[in-house]
């Protein structure tokens, strides 16, 4: 069985205070929840004081992008140095960063090299458009994605990584795919890991699926095989949400 993640991308949400406020509030009832991995993933300025928040529990801080250099002019950006500290994983290749900021295949390839060379964990996200999709080349798109991300990554590494499917046209739409999609893009995702590498290191590799994740359709995502966790958004932002989240998630796979 592998152990469900759930992790929660706050994107450009909440204040430092604000932060801190809010795992305080939700640590005490996560802690119990050990059966599965639970993650936040606050802005970078936020970082330091929710990881002091959570020090000495189980519940793992992740950053929401890095960069793949070490120092240099790259002005705003966060070099995977500097996290290795503060966090336990790193979002890489969102497709808000895909979009917005320029994030091609090779610097999510890139980028999860580095991490994975700091000691830091990657969520590697990938998704389609809504035209892709409509267009029946979802399994393509998103192969191609994954064999982009993970060129030259060893088969060691692959325990401390993590894939997020994510229809783009799914995210903060209040749309999802279906639970019966999802898991069939993401047995053609370990399939891909499968052909790469083999069978044992695809059938151990966490995938999460994200995209309007809420409490009203956890149970559906995590009933499918293939389905071992959400990389959720909004839902992630008020504390009843998330911890009934992680409930839900735990009970799904039998682990309650």
């Given amino acids: 069985m592998r152990t469900p993640i759930i992790a929660g991308?706050?994107?450009?949400?909440?204040?430092?205070?604000?932060?801190?406020?809010?795992?305080?509030?939700?640590?005490?009832?996560?802690?119990?929840?050990?059966?599965?991995?639970?993650?936040?993933?606050?802005?970078?300025?936020?970082?330091?004081?929710?990881?002091?928040?959570?020090?000495?529990?189980?519940?793992?801080?992740g950053a929401q992008d890095v960069h793949w250099e070490e120092s240099g002019a790259y002005t705003s950006q966060v070099a995977p140095n500097m996290l290795q500290d503060l966090v336990k994983y790193v979002i890489i290749g969102h497709s808000e960063t895909r979009a917005y900021q320029g994030v091609t295949d090779e610097m999510v390839n890139l980028k999860a090299k580095a991490a994975l060379a700091h000691n830091l964990r990657p969520i590697i996200a990938v998704g389609e458009s809504l035209e892709i999709n409509e267009a029946g080349e979802t399994e393509s798109f998103v192969g191609n994605q994954i064999r982009a991300a993970f060129d030259g990554i060893?088969?060691?590494?692959?325990?401390?990584?993590?894939?997020?499917?994510?229809?783009?046209?799914?995210?903060?739409?209040?749309?999802?795919?279906?639970?019966?999609?999802?898991?069939?893009?993401?047995?053609?995702?370990?399939?891909?890991?499968?052909?790469?590498?083999?069978?044992?290191?695809?059938?151990?590799?966490?995938?999460?699926?994200?995209?309007?994740?809420?409490?009203?359709?956890?149970?559906?995502?995590?009933?499918?095989?293939?389905?071992?966790?959400?990389?959720?958004?909004?839902?992630?932002?008020?504390?009843?949400?998330?911890?009934?989240?992680?409930?839900?998630?735990i009970e799904a796979k039998g682990l309650a």
């Fill in 9 to 61: 991308n706050w994107k450009m949400n909440k204040t430092p205070a604000e932060a801190v406020s809010f795992v305080k509030e939700i640590k005490d009832e996560l802690v119990k929840l050990t059966a599965a991995e639970r993650v936040v993933c606050p802005p970078y300025v936020a970082l330091d004081g929710v990881a002091r928040a959570l020090a000495g529990t189980d519940i793992a801080v």
């Fill in 154 to 249: 060893p088969a060691s590494d692959l325990e401390n990584t993590v894939i997020a499917y994510e229809p783009i046209w799914a995210i903060g739409t209040g749309k999802s795919a279906s639970a019966e999609l999802a898991n069939s893009i993401i047995g053609g995702i370990r399939a891909i890991i499968a052909e790469l590498y083999d069978d044992d290191h695809a059938n151990a590799m966490r995938i999460q699926y994200g995209g309007s994740v809420k409490p009203n359709n956890m149970v559906e995502y995590m009933t499918q095989e293939h389905i071992d966790g959400a990389l959720v958004g909004g839902a992630a932002l008020k504390a009843d949400s998330f911890i009934e989240l992680v409930k839900l998630a």
